[in-house]
């Protein structure tokens, strides 16, 4: 439903009900009843927030039924929130700088490769989880509310970047042996890396390339790739 499409674009964005009523020119409580569907919302709304999140109208009105049936076929693999919420905590532990503090950009990137780097290896990602392609890169919506609710996680700001670091270490009974390996391995490969080398090398693969604006990523087009670019 594009209420929930909408609920999702704004909190991954980290905008209030009140930020985004007054980006679009309404009234919060009008936006709260949107977002729950007890108002219709028009096309008028509809294209003032696809100007804000700079996300095609068609993507929110035409393909929302197609977008659908992807995050319905992505959902054929087992999908895993204990799996994910772990995957996350791992990149974090893996993927971290020496005071133990990562990027909240960095850290959806490394996510992502870990579960396609999985599929490349196993034929299985490691959570299941959709990845949507978004401006800032591929990344599954249930990313952010886990970074902003999760109690085992800390976020602070430093400039302009949102770092994350753990407060408690994750359950190292829930990754298999093989998955264990995939994430060390991609977190090893970036560790020393900056959030915009590992940015541009995820817009440089073939599954961000070849899939549309807002649309789910299917996790087969990794299996395009050639080994060196998977991670």
Not at 20 to 39: D, F, H, M, N, Y
Not at 82 to 99: P, R, T, W
Not at 155 to 166: F, I, Q
Request: hydrophobic share 35%.
């Amino acid at each position: 439903m594009i209420e929930n499409f909408i609920f999702k674009l704004r909190k991954m964005n980290g905008l209030s009900q009140g930020d985004l009523a007054s980006k679009i020119g309404i009234s919060r409580p009008t936006l709260i009843s949107i977002e729950k569907g007890k108002r219709d919302i028009t096309l008028t709304e509809i294209k003032k927030i696809s100007q804000i999140f700079d996300i095609p109208v068609n993507v929110m009105l035409d393909e929302e039924l197609e977008m659908s049936e992807k995050i319905d076929s992505q959902n054929a693999h087992q999908k895993s929130f204990k799996k994910f919420h772990n995957l996350v905590l791992k990149c974090i532990k893996y993927g971290s700088d020496e005071d133990g503090k990562i990027t909240k950009t960095k850290l959806a990137k490394l996510v992502y490769l870990c579960d396609f780097a999985s599929y490349y290896k196993y034929l299985s990602p490691i959570s299941g989880f959709a990845y949507h392609r978004l401006a800032q890169g591929p990344v599954a919506i249930e990313f952010f509310d886990l970074i902003d609710t999760d109690e085992s996680i800390c976020v602070e700001s430093k400039g302009r970047a949102m770092m994350v670091s753990l407060i408690e270490n994750p359950d190292e009974s829930v990754l298999s042996k093989e998955e264990e390996k995939v994430v060390k391995a991609v977190c090893t490969a970036w560790k020393d890396k900056s959030t915009k080398d590992i940015v541009d090398f995820t817009h440089r693969q073939l599954p961000w390339a070849t899939s549309k604006e807002g649309e789910v990523i299917p996790y087969e087009l990794i299996n395009m790739e050639e080994p060196n670019n998977v991670y």
